[in-house]
T-cell receptor, first 112, second 111 residues
Framework: EPEVTQTPSHQVTQMGQEVILRCVPI?????FYWYRQILGQKVEFLVS????????KSEIFDDQFSVERPDGSNFTLKIRSTKLEDSAMYFC??????????FGPGTRLTVT | GQNIDQPTEMTATEGAIVQINCTYQ??????LFWYQQHAGEAPTFLSY????GLEEKGRFSSFLSRSKGYSYLLLKELQMKDSASYLC????????????FGKGTTLSVSS
C-alpha cells in the first residue's frame, strides 16, 4: 500500500539555524499539507499546496516558513531561522481523489 | 473562531464498548474525520462522515448530526491496542482544504 514518507525522523538544530524537512507524498495525490504538533498539544495546520502553489496557510505559517515541490516528488518545508518554540512533530499529509488525508510518520524537530 | 471539543481522557476495560463524543462550532462544514494516534506516531484515518447518520467499519462506527454540531466515535470489543488518542477533525472548506483538529481524547484500555 502506498504511503507518505518523511525524512529525517528526528532533527536536532540550534536556535537561529535553518532546517529543511522533507516529504514524499503518495504519487498520484494532488493536495499536500504540513501540520505540526507540539508535545501534548493538538495537531495544527500550517500550509497546503496544490498545483505547485500554496492554496491555504494558517497564521502560524509566517515569513520564517516556506514550502517547495522542487522535483515533482519531494515536498519540503523550510524554517529559515528556528526558534525554541518551533520544537514539535511535523507531519506531512496528502490526499488524492478521495477525502481522507494520509499522514506521514513525522519529523521530530528539537531546537536547542 | 473554530472550536472543536472532546473529552480529554476516558478509561474502559477490554471487551467493553466506549463512545467518544465531539462537538464542533465552525465557520463552515464539509466533513468530519476521526483519526487514531498512538503516542509518538502519526494520526491514522479511522472514519469520515459528511452526511447525518451512522457509518460502520468493523469494530468502529462514527455518527454525525450536522444540525447539532455533534459526532461520536463508537469502539466495540475493546482491545488493549485501542489505547491511544482519538482525534476529531473538521474540514471547513471545500475538498482539499485543511483539517481543524480537536485536542484529542486519550483512551486507556485496561484488562
Amino acid at each position: 500500500e502506498p504511503e507518505v514518507t518523511q525524512t529525517p525522523s528526528h532533527q536536532v538544530t540550534q536556535m537561529g539555524q535553518e532546517v529543511i524537512l522533507r516529504c514524499v507524498p503518495i504519487s498520484n495525490h494532488l493536495y499536500f499539507y504540513w501540520y505540526r504538533q507540539i508535545l501534548g498539544q493538538k495537531v495544527e495546520f500550517l500550509v497546503s499546496f496544490y498545483n505547485n502553489e500554496i492554496s491555504e496557510k494558517s497564521e502560524i505559517f509566517d515569513d520564517q516558513f516556506s514550502v517547495e515541490r522542487p522535483d515533482g516528488s519531494n515536498f519540503t518545508l523550510k524554517i529559515r531561522s528556528t526558534k525554541l518554540e518551533d520544537s514539535a512533530m511535523y507531519f506531512c499529509a496528502s490526499v488524492g481523489q478521495a477525502f481522507e488525508q494520509y499522514f506521514g510518520p513525522g519529523t521530530r524537530l528539537t531546537v536547542t | 473562531g473554530q472550536n472543536i471539543d472532546q473529552p480529554t481522557e476516558m478509561t474502559a476495560t477490554e471487551g467493553a464498548i466506549v463512545q467518544i463524543n465531539c462537538t464542533y462550532q465552525t465557520s463552515g462544514f464539509n466533513g468530519l474525520f476521526w483519526y487514531q494516534q498512538h503516542a509518538g506516531e502519526a494520526p491514522t484515518f479511522l472514519s469520515y462522515n459528511v452526511l447525518d447518520g451512522l457509518e460502520e467499519k468493523g469494530r468502529f462506527s462514527s455518527f454525525l448530526s450536522r444540525s447539532k454540531g455533534y459526532s461520536y466515535l463508537l469502539l466495540k470489543e475493546l482491545q488493549m491496542k485501542d489505547s491511544a488518542s482519538y482525534l476529531c477533525a473538521v474540514r471547513v472548506g471545500k475538498a482539499g482544504t485543511a483539517l481543524i483538529f480537536g485536542k484529542g481524547t486519550t483512551l486507556s484500555v485496561s484488562s
